[in-house]
């Protein structure tokens, strides 16, 4: 699984490095609960504009991993503004781990336009040098090239084979 190479490589690189997951426009939370089932992760997590969703995934979240409140969470924010990403350099804080320590990987399942995708990923560099962006039926890929990002992984299947199963993966690293 690629996924595995990835977090072998990000591991092998710095050993103290840790990975954190964040779904933008998480949803209902199911791909917050399968990031964490791969146990890859430090942290897993998302970020949701309707806080009844939000608060559907926290009831879910600590039925399922009632143990697990530091490393899963949930955020009630919008992408265009910073407070979701304090609120995770905050969690992050509190448990001893420098933003400088941590590769952000981000799930992105195409919901916003170029626009918004741009503005989320200036937030997200404010904090964070190094990233892995998943970008599900990628309409905008051409705003994380703009922004230095580099496509490594893409799914094989044709153009017109069902949007939500094309995928491509970015990664950027800012030296330290």
Not at 47 to 65: M, R, T, Y
Not at 84 to 92: A, C, H, S, T, V
Request: hydrophobic share 35%.
């Amino acid at each position: 699984m690629s996924l595995d190479y990835f977090a072998s490589a990000i591991r092998y690189t710095n050993f103290h490095r840790k990975i954190v997951f964040v779904d933008l426009g998480c949803g209902s939370g199911k791909t917050i609960i399968q990031a964490h089932e791969t146990n890859l992760f430090d942290f897993c997590g998302g970020v949701e504009i309707d806080l009844g969703l939000k608060n559907l995934v926290d009831k879910n979240l600590s039925k399922l991993f009632p143990d697990e409140h530091n490393r899963i969470f949930t955020i009630h924010g919008n992408v265009e503004e910073e407070g979701w990403l304090l609120e995770i350099k905050g969690l992050l804080i509190k448990n001893g781990i420098s933003p400088s320590m941590v590769t952000i990987f981000i799930f992105n399942k195409n919901s916003y336009a170029a626009s918004v995708l741009d503005k989320s990923l200036k937030i997200v560099e404010k904090t964070f040098s190094s990233f892995i962006y998943l970008y599900q039926n990628p309409i905008h890929h051409k705003v994380l090239l703009e922004n230095n990002y580099q496509c490594f992984l893409e799914d094989s299947k044709p153009n017109n084979f069902h949007k939500n199963y094309k995928y491509k993966c970015y990664l950027k690293h800012k030296s330290d």
